[in-house]
């Protein structure tokens, strides 16, 4: 029987968020039967925390869930040896989560210090900045389905190929608002006024990231059913090194021109297309989906 | 032998056909929208009518595309404007300077913003609303007012309010000017109204 490999689930400054979030993914025994956890904080693991602290165990992947802060200590070991050591003779190192990416929402409590495995934000920064070893799985929190399908690209020993923020292709090239289901409402500007409901585009009053941000949410639909802009909450853009931003729940206009436009698209083209976009009324796109009044 | 140097047949027609627009607007913007025809459009022109007909097929159609030419002339202007390396100040005089230039030596151009386009909405309802027509010269103010609360020159506003502000300005001074109402000539007063625009649309 081939040897399974080996995983280390360390945690940096974290929320527990893509602990979490991986606890829901739908083919968890396909990873418990592949992969030994040496170990996780939640999972059945072969060692405990003080014994990985030792730092004299080796693992084939280490996973680094939260932000990067080489002072922190685990069982007396700082994180900065803890890394060094058992990224050093991993053959991939997988960043679980914005934190862990880019420095994500812990980074702003102590910027000078803290950053993600190999970025600072978007600048390469950390333990493993420019390291070919290292995929990041931006998000907050990551998708469960984008750790199972690099795990399993791994272990069927596939290439991963990877943006220039180390980010599969295979799940960033979309963007969020790819299958968005809102997407009519967008192309004919009609606004969404409220949370929740059906109708509408969230992306001209409610902060709505989506055309901006790189990922497969709308592809790859969270539990399988849905995805935040369908339910009508804002993408707000939380697998970008820049996430978090302030005001996360309005667009930022100025004179009523939203400051930033979807990605790779420039302001003066897609002012052109909104305005004439917005000129024309579509009273079926005005009215409720579904009017139980009606 | 073919000329190598004749113009190939569709960029004839375009000539043609810009040639055909500046003389509709010079009659629409004179003579009034409704007691301009095509007929009379045709005469002026040397052109049998039913030729006429060949460039545009209905009156309405020729006034629809009379202000897509006209925001596409004014668009291009601002946007060259827009794309200079100077400060919002001084954009907004360039604006005025530009604005007034136009009305100065090409006023059909702007009489027929005022005196067609916006006294007849009838005529630009169906294919013409909104935006349609005039969006080559509202999406250069729309990037301009961006820039400018961007750089932390200008109040961030509803963008009605400041459009309003500045071309309601502008073509109010034009339609005083044809009406032969003011004291100056239009240049002369660029200088106060650039003043004016930037100190009401500034940041405080």
Known sequence: MKPRLKVLWLQGVTCNGNTHSFLNYPHLLYVLETFEFLYHSLLPSTYTLEEISTCVHECD???FEGAYDPRMERVGTSLETLVGHYGSHAKYVIAAGSCASF?????????????????????????FASS?????????????????????????????????????????????????????????????DHFGTKEGCLFYKQGCRGPMTHASCNKILWNDVSSKTRVGTPCFGCTEPDFPRINMFETKTNMSIPQDVPVGISKR????????????????????LIDDDA | MKNISEKPATTKKEDRKTSIMQTALKLFSTEGFYTTTMPAIAKTL????????????????????????????????????????????????????????????RPELIEYFLR?????????????TGMVCVSGFVTELMLFFDEGVQSGELKDQDFFSALGLFMGYLGGMVFLNGEEVLTKPLNEYETAIAENIYNALRKQ
């Open chain 1, 132 to 192: 070919p070893k290292l995929i990041n799985l931006s998000g907050c929190p990551m998708h469960p389905e984008w750790m199972g399908y690099t795990l399993r690209m791994i272990a069927d020993n596939k290439p991963i190929a990877v943006d220039e923020l180390h980010r599969p292709k295979e799940l960033y090239s979309y963007l969020a608002h790819h299958g968005c289901t809102r997407n009519e409402y967008f192309e004919w500007k009609v606004d969404s």
């Open chain 2, 116 to 128: 067609v386009f916006l006294s007849n909405r009838e005529i630009f309802t169906k294919e013409c």
């Open chain 1, 61 to 63: 992947i280490l996973i």
């Open chain 1, 269 to 288: 083209s897609y002012l052109t297309m909104a305005g004439i976009a917005k000129s024309f009324h579509i009273p079926r796109l005005e009215k409720r």
């Open chain 1, 103 to 127: 420095g994500g929402m812990f980074k702003h409590s102590d910027p000078e210090h803290i950053t993600g495995l190999g970025f600072d934000e978007k600048e390469p920064k950390g333990p």
């Open chain 2, 46 to 105: 040397g052109m049998s009518v039913g030729n006429f007909y060949n460039y545009f097929s209905s009156k309405d159609q020729l006034a629809k595309e009379l202000m897509l030419y006209i925001s596409t002339v004014l668009g291009d202007k601002l946007r060259e404007i827009n794309m200079t390396d100077v400060s919002v100040k001084e954009k907004v005089t360039m604006i005025v300077h530009m604005y007034f230039s136009i009305a100065r030596e």
